[in-house]
């Protein structure tokens, strides 16, 4: 697969995003809360849902992972003790109400999911109605934190993604023909989508053919690809997954169509797509939160840790995750949550931390949240080079 190269955005996210403020996360057994809550004993209960068997397990299963191998660490500390307890919802929301009423039978105190936008957006109405605290960690549509405040979000909002990837596009690829790839049944890629044309055409690039698909006549992509060598694109933007980028790019391949292709956070993972050549994906250019390869020793750590436990490479799900873990811990310990409290004093208690607390993670530093539940946090442009993701020159 194409390996995906990170550079910051600083200029870019500036005008688009609130600036943080300094702060670490505290260090362990720091505080009184924390002993006394290891002596107290109990656990506070932490459950997720997202697809964990079907096409897009990768992200159900990535983010399952990283919040597991975050509270694991965490609760070696020896401070607030977790147990985390992972439904699978398919992505469908339906199903993700089932999930959430047998996270709440179970005792339920945090809700850190679901996986997907929809499902998210779904779950984060009950949450609201039952007041239970929610942090989202790969959820992205700004519809999700809409629903209530209590709702809140690791992940970057579409709308934002759609913005600076038109902003990097114009600083680096300004005289770029463009092609758009995306799906008009994924409130995800509409949300990213929208923000994308709008900002394009602020910035004056040259967007020459656009080609959307469902979830319903997805099992072919090869007329959209050949819309975009006919209109002679050079750059084709797909803000989608990865299952359907790689297909996209396998028959890009087969017809000898060699643009570049650009894609945000839900194309990570491209090179783990099952049957997929991750050679074809050399080049691919993506915006995301999380590089894998920077020399930060945190996120070499996790790396380490991640794959060493569960024998893959993390991607920006997983690194979302694992910051989730890592959040929700900090304010727990700075609102004095312990594990008897019920799911609406938890929730309570860490809403007021929520708005106040900085954090600093793998996935961003000194990260904020605003009064509306979305982070505040730099992005990242990383590409695929000799099948792995690199920082962007």
């Known amino acids: 697969m194409k390996k995906v190269v990170s550079l910051a955005l600083a200029a870019v996210m ?4 609130l600036a943080g403020c300094g702060g670490e996360k ?9 002993k006394a809550s290891a002596q107290a004993g109990g656990v506070i209960k932490v459950g997720n849902s997202g697809p964990l068997t079907n096409d897009y397990a990768m992200y159900g299963k990535a983010v399952e992972y990283g919040l597991k191998l975050g509270f694991e660490e965490i609760n070696a500390k020896g401070g607030l003790q977790y147990e985390v307890r992972v439904e699978d919802d398919e992505g469908d929301s339906e199903m993700a109400v089932n999930s959430f009423n047998t996270l709440m039978d179970w005792g339920m105190q945090i809700m850190a999911g679901p996986t997907t936008s929809g499902c998210a957006v779904t779950i984060g109405s009950n949450c609201a109605e039952d007041h239970v605290f929610m942090l989202t960690p790969s959820g992205s549509d700004p519809n999700i934190i809409a629903t209530g405040d209590n709702v809140f979000q690791v992940a970057f909002t579409d709308p ?8 990097y596009i114009s600083m680096n690829y300004k005289d770029s ?12 890629s509409v949300g990213v989508r929208d923000t994308f044309v709008s900002e394009a055409k602020t910035k004056g690039l040259n967007v020459v053919c656009e080609e959307s698909y469902t979830s319903d006549n997805k099992a072919d992509l090869s007329t959209q690809v050949t819309k975009c060598q006919a209109a002679g694109c050079d750059l084709v933007f797909m803000p989608i997954y990865s299952v359907e980028g790689a297909q996209i790019l396998t028959y890009a391949n087969k017809i000898g169509y060699e643009p570049l292709f650009v894609g945000c956070d839900g194309l990570d993972g491209i090179l783990a797509v099952e049957g997929f050549d991750p050679k074809l994906a050399e080049g691919v250019l993506l915006l995301t939160p999380f590089d894998a390869t920077a020399d930060d020793e945190r996120v070499q750590e996790f790396v380490k840790n991640y794959t060493e436990k569960f024998g893959v490479v993390p991607n920006q799900f997983a690194a979302d995750a694992y910051d989730a873990a890592y959040i929700i811990d900090q304010a727990c310990q700075a609102a004095g949550v312990t594990a008897d409290m019920d799911y609406q004093q938890v929730c309570d208690k860490v809403v007021e931390q929520m708005l ?21 946090k730099l992005p990242k442009a990383v590409k695929v080079e000799n099948g792995v993701y690199v920082t962007a020159d």
């Not at 607390?357 to 509306?372: C, K």
Request: glycine share 10%; proline share 4%.
């Open 14 to 17: 500036a005008a688009s995003m």
């Open 160 to 167: 934002n993604q759609g913005l600076v990837t038109a902003d």
């Open 26 to 34: 505290p260090a362990a057994n720091s505080s009184a809360t924390e």
């Open 356 to 376: 106040t607390m900085t954090y600093s993670g793998i996935t961003g530093e000194t990260m904020t949240w605003q009064a509306d539940g979305a982070v505040s």
């Open 177 to 188: 023909k463009i092609g758009l790839i995306y799906e008009s049944s994924n409130p995800y």
